[in-house]
């Protein structure tokens, strides 16, 4: 077995190869050739965490394994990340472990990379304002990944924290980029060309009159039941994509416009992996506002977790033990 410290991983597996390989992967599962497996997503009942692990397979790469890890909201005065995880990666000729590899950084560069082709796919092409709401970490791997579809000359970011906000500047400069900070969240969903919400809520955070005619929204933060980002009002009038459609109406953030009747399951125009694949339109005019919905699945982790194993070998890079 080779094991894949978190060190390894962020050297690597970059920004564009992760866009290439989560890109790769949603075009196998609306082809059929891949597909995760039900969801298990828990409160433990200690530390306040909460626990999930998420499987699938890919019989045309062939990649078979499972990622588990959470939240863990203490973590921080630990000195470790909030956000815990590793992947378990298998033979699947043999059913066999062979690779464990740490996916806390993989995870926030598989989340990116999950935005930026929903953007580039949905955008519009001369989309040139990125709007963040929620400053944390994820933001940043949100930002570079953008970067890579779309021409961004401003960003323009609103977060609780004043000191996510500026740290979250600080890089957005250091890129060469005008950085706004926001006052209030209005003032981010009225000026982008691409929003994006990145953020742990439970609470709608963007209203449906604040959004303007022709915003692509990437929809990040809702992967547990109760979380929300928007008002279900802003989820109903969008052209809506996904990446699967039954985690979309369960932990997504289109469960609260399901659950109040304002979407069914035939409100989608697609999942992102069938506009990839050139099996469904994407955005059909410059006015829609189109939204999709990242809830995150395991064949995002499980790509990038191959990659990053893939690399570690040609490169002599991890280490290696009997099992």
Known sequence: MIVISEHDARTLVGVQDAIEAVERSFAAMARGQARNYPVVREVVGYQDAVFGVKTGADTAAPILGLKAGGYWPHNMGKGLGNHQSSTLLFDP??????????ANYLTGVRTGAASAIASKYL?????????????????????????????????????????????FGRIAQELG?????????????????????VTPSQQPLVDKAWVRPGTHISAMGADTQGKQELDPLLVAASVLFVDEAAQAITIGEC????????????????????????????????????????????????VVADLAVRMALQKGVGSHFEY
């Open 93 to 102: 000729a043999t059913g066999r472990a062979n690779a464990l590899v740490s």
């Open 123 to 167: 955008s519009r092409p001369e989309s040139s304002v990125l709007g963040i709401i929620g400053a944390g970490v994820q933001s940043q791997h949100q930002l570079r990944a953008t970067l890579a579809v779309r021409p961004i000359r401003t960003v323009c970011a609103w977060d609780p924290s004043p000191e996510n906000l500026a740290a």
């Open 177 to 197: 980029l005008e950085f706004i900070a926001a006052a209030d969240r209005r003032a981010v969903a009225a000026a982008a060309d691409i929003l994006i919400t």
């Open 255 to 302: 469960q609260h416009a399901y659950g109040a009747g304002l979407i069914t399951a035939e409100s989608f125009r697609g999942s992102i992996g069938q506009v990839v694949a050139g099996l469904c339109d994407g955005r059909r005019t410059a006015g829609e506002i189109t939204l999709f919905d990242g809830t995150g699945v395991a064949l995002q982790d499980l």
